[in-house]
């Protein structure tokens, strides 16, 4: 104990209390009437760079960002093209609202628990006073704040002409701990709902698994990021639904696969680029991609749209109306399948053998983005 003109200055502090929150994947989610029907012959799995279809990419540096000309072959072996300009304060901007770092978290979460437990009169000092109150003579001692922490009090005790209350003091701290772990369960309810809002607005969600990507929101919030993609698209291929279906499906999937780590520069993204970095860079993995799909078709055509992941792999339902090749049906709506990462050309209800497989024996999970 420090002694200050004759004050005794004892510092106690206490550990915040920190939502359990776990970089996992979810858990299976529900998905009713998985049979696969219609089937077309499907290849095996290919683990060819999407890169060796025949199309080509030129990017021309803009002061505000980039300009990226296209030009490939879709199904019908027709050369498509066209080019956009892609905004770098755009990618700032998409890239900044997806993910979170371990060290972001943790603050957050501080400085929640700091905040609920100051409006719930649960604080370190609110907690300590009420215990000196109840055992001790405030004449004698005395909580005040403590500057450097909100999680921590300090006991200001009289040890002039008195004798040694260091027995009480004790006591007195150890009755203030007490009653701060108590307090943990008070406040745990409206700390993990301030996590779950930290998460949703960083693109994330919290599910029974622990931590993962709101595909949802996600497809929602880059929908019109995309929009003068979605219009060239518009441009080339006109009114007719199914071939703006084939002619997004076709540009996706030329697109290079490249996986990305979960962890990229201390920022936990779920191995997830955001479209725009897609295009930016030229190069996705299976869940980047059918991500970039699902917000630029939504924003063409908006037929109900799914997420399916099977064996760390994703691909894309659609619930258009002239539905053929491999399908399945979910709650009354039938869903015909697309490949968006598979190393070459595959159409509308052609998926490879292994994806086949997973879908036939409902190893399958399924997530609504529109």
């Not at 206490?14 to 696969?36: D, I, R, Y």
């Not at 049906?329 to 209800?349: A, F, H, K, M, W």
């Amino acid at each position: 104990m420090e002694m200050d003109g004759g004050v005794g200055i004892r510092r106690t502090a206490w550990g915040v209390l920190l939502a359990s929150l776990f970089l996992l994947w979810p858990g299976a989610e529900p998905c009713a009437g998985q049979e696969a029907q219609g089937q077309r012959s499907s290849p095996p799995f290919l683990s060819a760079d999407a890169g060796a279809l025949k199309r080509s990419v030129r990017k021309t540096p803009l002061a505000e960002g980039i300009r990226v000309a296209y030009e490939w072959c879709d199904f019908m072996g027709e050369i498509r093209r066209f080019d956009v300009s892609l905004s770098n304060s755009a990618l700032v901007e998409s890239e900044k609202a997806f993910g979170f770092s371990t060290d972001e978290l943790r603050q957050f979460l501080i400085a929640a628990e700091s905040r609920i437990r100051a409006d719930m009169g649960l604080s370190a000092a609110d907690i300590a006073r009420k215990v000196v109150s109840a055992k001790a003579d405030p004449s004698w001692c005395r909580v005040t704040e403590d500057p450097a922490s909100d999680f921590q009090y300090i006991l200001r005790t009289d040890g002039t002409g008195r004798d040694n209350h260091s027995a009480e003091i004790e006591g007195i701290i150890r009755e203030s701990t007490k009653a701060w772990e108590s307090s943990q369960k008070k406040i745990s309810g409206r700390l993990e709902r301030a996590g779950k809002e930290f998460l949703r607005s960083r693109g994330m969600v919290m599910t029974p698994g622990g931590i993962a990507v709101d595909y949802r929101a996600l497809v929602s919030e880059n929908r019109d990021r995309l929009a003068p993609l979605a219009a060239e698209f518009k441009k080339i291929c006109g009114q007719n639904i199914q071939k703006r279906l084939e002619a997004v499906l076709s540009f996706v999937q030329a697109i290079p696969s490249h996986p990305r780590p979960t962890v990229e520069h201390e920022k936990y993204s779920a191995g997830l680029a955001v479209p725009l970095r897609v295009l930016s860079d030229d190069s996705g993995d299976c869940d980047s991609k059918a991500v970039l799909f699902a917000a630029l078709w939504t924003g063409l055509c908006r037929y109900r749209t799914i997420l399916i992941t099977v064996r760390e792999h994703m691909l894309v339902g659609v619930a258009v109306p002239f539905i053929s090749g491999t399908t399945i049906e979910i709650d009354s709506t039938r869903y015909v399948l697309l490949e968006v990462n598979c190393g070459t050309s595959l159409q509308p209800g052609e998926i490879t053998s292994l994806s086949l497989e997973s879908v036939r024996k409902g190893q399958m999970k399924y997530r609504i983005v529109s």
